[in-house]
């Protein structure tokens, strides 16, 4: 094992490891592997210019990436943790893995998460391929994992051991825990085999705000992972709408294994949304089984108002804390774990077909449920002084109705603004919550799932443009200003909706 700055070179990726494609045929760019593309973004030049630096190397995997969504919680969060539904829904802020292949003689993975500073390099050969591969304990790409084994959990240990020793407590479990999540799906998937490679990752989500940013990092990760192992068909266009489905159900119960590593109790309904899009009504009744996921395709276009606390929490010990109290009021506990879920069916029925947006008794039915909802999981004690604040500024100027969404314990909330509010009450409220510290976002909800950027190649109106688009290599990726640079540069909306190359399974028509 050894740290990351002396393995890797930050310009090591891009055009050089363009080549052999076999599984990947979803976005028209690359389709047969062994005799290289025709076109690459509809460019013959570029393709012949990456078939001829394949052909001056070894087989190696295009630079590639992946993308996932965060998302908010409308109804039921924590309810969702016990067996009750939820309903959930895709936001347009999301996350970036890059994959670099590295040459053949380079035997090492790196993770590199500078979002949160972890930066970390192992050697492929050190790993303890042997135990995970074991009769015992081998799993494939089609398991249902529904839990960590505690004996590969200790088998990584040493190998959590040795990063980021600078940081201390908390700051380097949140490392430890990235790292393990990483390394638990890489030795489940993957062989000694593997081709050594760089793990870059990039995210406009804010960090422990109830957005989902784990969920859709622990998408990105099992996507790229099943992607090189080729497990994957497409995404394609022409792609059934069921065998869409099954490889986001594939991506999804990796995502989930990835989450249990960072969150210990997960219902999975955040890796769900992440990993399908759009909207869901999302409900694990049994832990041994998958869950149900009803999606809402005409989930409706609801005027509401994102305020970020600024006040980071743990999901994991929100959940904790439910649980505690559940243990030890378990009938009372259980009636407000059941109230939330009523609450979630009567939202789920208003918000089916006759739900209209633009009616001032449709929203009002639905921002009382947004009250209560908030109400009962402040009897459960995730609430935070500085989401109460938010209730005290929004009621006191009639604005609209609020809740907490995710974890809670600081974090997010979500206001459904009342309709014909006049821009003067508006605006005296941003102005009041700026000086007090917090971030507004307006939303747009029911965005695109994962997605698959393969080869790293895009239009982006810059001047490094070339005919067909421009190669993301990771010095771009990873200088790119702010979450402004990163959308900017491989964003999958551009400013004038989706953008060419990105890639999405598609399973509306089902
Ligand atoms: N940009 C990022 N880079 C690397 N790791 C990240 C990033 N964003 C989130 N994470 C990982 O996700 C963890 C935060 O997850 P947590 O569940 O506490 O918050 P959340 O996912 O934002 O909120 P919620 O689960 O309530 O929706 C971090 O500790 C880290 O492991
Ligand atoms: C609090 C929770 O219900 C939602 C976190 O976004 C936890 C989970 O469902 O895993």
């Known amino acids: 094992m050894r740290n990351m700055a002396d393995g890797v070179n930050g310009s090591s990726g891009g055009s050089s ?72 829904a895709a936001i347009s802020m999301r996350s970036y893995l890059h994959v670099t292949t590295l040459s053949k003689s380079r035997r090492t993975i790196s993770l590199r998460f500078p979002d949160i500073g ?28 529904t839990g960590l084994d505690d004996e590969l959990v200790a088998a990584l240990q040493p190998y959590l051991a040795t990063i980021s020793p600078h940081k201390q407590g908390e700051a380097r479990k949140v490392h430890q825990n990235a790292a393990l999540g990483f390394l638990y799906l890489f030795l489940s998937l993957g062989s000694q085999s593997f081709p050594g490679c760089l793990y870059t990752l990039r995210s406009t989500i804010p960090i422990g705000a109830g957005l989902g940013s784990s969920a859709s990092i622990a998408v990105c990760v099992a996507a790229a992972l099943l ?50 899009g759009k909207a869901v009504v999302f409900q694990r009744t049994d832990y041994t089984k998958p869950p149900t996921v009803r999606p809402l395709w005409d989930f409706p276009e609801l005027p509401l108002l994102l305020i970020d606390t600024m006040q980071a929490k743990s999901t994991a010990n929100e959940v904790a804390k439910v649980a505690r109290l559940r243990d030890t009021h378990p009938n009372l506990v259980g009636s407000i774990l059941d109230a939330i879920d009523r609450v979630t069916g009567t939202a789920d029925t208003l918000l089916g077909d006759d739900f209209d947006a633009e009616d001032e008794d449709n929203l009002r039915q639905i921002g009382e449920l947004m009250t209560i909802n908030h109400g009962l999981l402040v009897s459960l004690g995730v609430s935070h002084p500085r989401l109460e604040r938010i209730r005290e500024l929004v009621d006191h100027e009639g604005i609209g109705w609020t809740k907490l969404t995710g974890a ?103």
């Open 17 to 88: 490891n363009a080549n052999g494609v076999h599984g990947v045929h979803g976005n028209g760019n690359v389709v047969n592997g062994n005799n290289g593309p025709a076109y690459v973004n509809g460019n013959p030049q570029l393709a012949h210019r990456l078939k001829a630096q394949r052909k001056a190397s070894s087989p190696m995997a295009p630079t590639f990436m992946v993308s996932a969504p965060g998302k908010v919680i409308v109804f039921g969060e924590h309810a969702v943790v016990h067996g009750k539904a939820a309903i959930a």
């Open 118 to 145: 972890l930066e970390h390099t192992w050697n492929i050969d050190d790993l303890p391929w042997e135990l995970f591969h074991s009769p015992a304990k081998k799993k494939y790409y089609y398991s249902l994992v």
């Open 227 to 276: 992607l090189q192992l080729r497990t994957l068909s497409g995404p394609h266009p022409d792609q059934p709408a069921e065998e869409a489905l099954l490889q986001l159900e594939r991506i999804n119960r990796w995502a989930f294994v990835y989450e249990m590593c960072i969150h210990g109790n997960p219902s999975g309904v955040d890796n769900t949304v992440a990993t399908q």
């Open 408 to 510: 809670g314990g600081g974090g997010c909330s979500i206001t459904l603004l009342r309709p014909g509010i006049g821009p003067a009450k508006l605006v005296r409220l941003y102005g009041q919550l700026q000086e007090e510290g917090y971030r507004t976002f307006e939303m747009t909800l029911g965005g695109d799932g994962v997605g698959v950027l393969w080869p790293a190649v895009l239009k982006n109106g810059m001047d490094e443009d070339h005919a067909g688009g421009m190669e993301i290599d990771l010095e771009k990726f990873l200088n790119a200003e702010g979450n402004e640079g990163v959308e900017r540069l491989v964003g999958v909306h551009g400013s004038t909706g989706e953008r060419g190359g990105w890639k999405f399974w598609r399973v509306e028509n089902e």
